[in-house]
Structure formats: C-alpha cells, structure tokens
C-alpha cells in the first residue's frame, strides 16, 4: 500500500521561502515519480513540479520557473519542493502526489501529467503567503 507524508507548509511574508517534503512508502523499486499540485479556493488544481524518483528528471510550471526546485532523497524515498520568492498568488493548498507516469519524457524533456489520472495523493498542506 503506497502512502505519501507531507510536511512543511505555513504562513510567509511575500518574497520569503518555504521548503515542502513528501515521504513516499510502499513503491518496490524507484520507478516512480512524485510531484506536487497546487488547488487556491475557487480554482482547479493545477501543475505546479515534478521529479522523477529514478532519474532526477524534473518539470516546472511556468509559473514558478526559476522560483521553485525539486531535490530527491532516494535514501529516504523523500522529494522536496523548495519554494523561493514566493509570491500572493501562490497562496494554495500544495498537494503531493506520486505514480509511475506522474512524469514522463517526450524525447528529452520531462513533463508532468495532469491530476485525472493520479494513484496516489498526500492529504495537503496550506501555504499562504500574505504580509
């Protein structure tokens, strides 16, 4: 049985950072990819990073390009999202999620599935980034 574990989350002032964790358990192999969507009230939830457990292949949405990075702990099974200048209108619930075609390549680039078809998700953490 695959569970995710998230940690991180909270209040921020506009231009601070924040570092989310999910902790997958229950994958055999690193197959898989874990990723992070994000839902703000009144609006679909939408893309925000990906990475790729056995490559370290990543996506970001444009969005949070040059922002937002992911890292992976293979040890841990654990990746993280660390969020840089962070702005209002990243004030969401962050959700983690993670399967095996979360992520995928197109030739070279990795990108990012959307939310229809996701195995496994986390129970969501509050970022809100207000003054």
């Known amino acids: 049985q695959v569970q995710l574990a998230e940690s991180g989350g909270g209040l921020v002032q506009p231009g601070g950072s924040l570092r989310l964790s999910c902790a997958a358990s229950?994958?055999?192999?690193?197959?898989?990819?874990i990723g992070w969507f994000r839902q703000a009230p009144g609006k679909e939830r939408e893309r925000v990073s990906c990475?790729?457990?056995?490559?370290?292949?990543?996506y970001y949405a444009d969005s949070v390009k040059d922002r937002f990075a992911m890292f992976r702990d293979n040890a841990k099974n654990t990746a993280y999202l660390e969020m840089n200048s962070l702005k209002p209108e990243d004030t969401a619930v962050y959700y983690c999620?993670?399967?095996?075609?979360?992520?995928?390549?197109?030739?070279?680039?990795?990108?990012?599935?959307?939310?229809?078809?996701?195995?496994?998700w986390g129970k969501g953490t509050l970022v809100t980034v207000s003054s």
């Open positions: 229950g994958f055999t192999s690193n197959y898989y990819t």
């Open positions: 999620a993670a399967d095996e075609m979360l992520g995928y390549y197109s030739g070279t680039r990795f990108y990012m599935s959307g939310p229809s078809g996701v195995d496994y």
């Open positions: 990475i790729s457990m056995l490559d370290g292949g990543t």
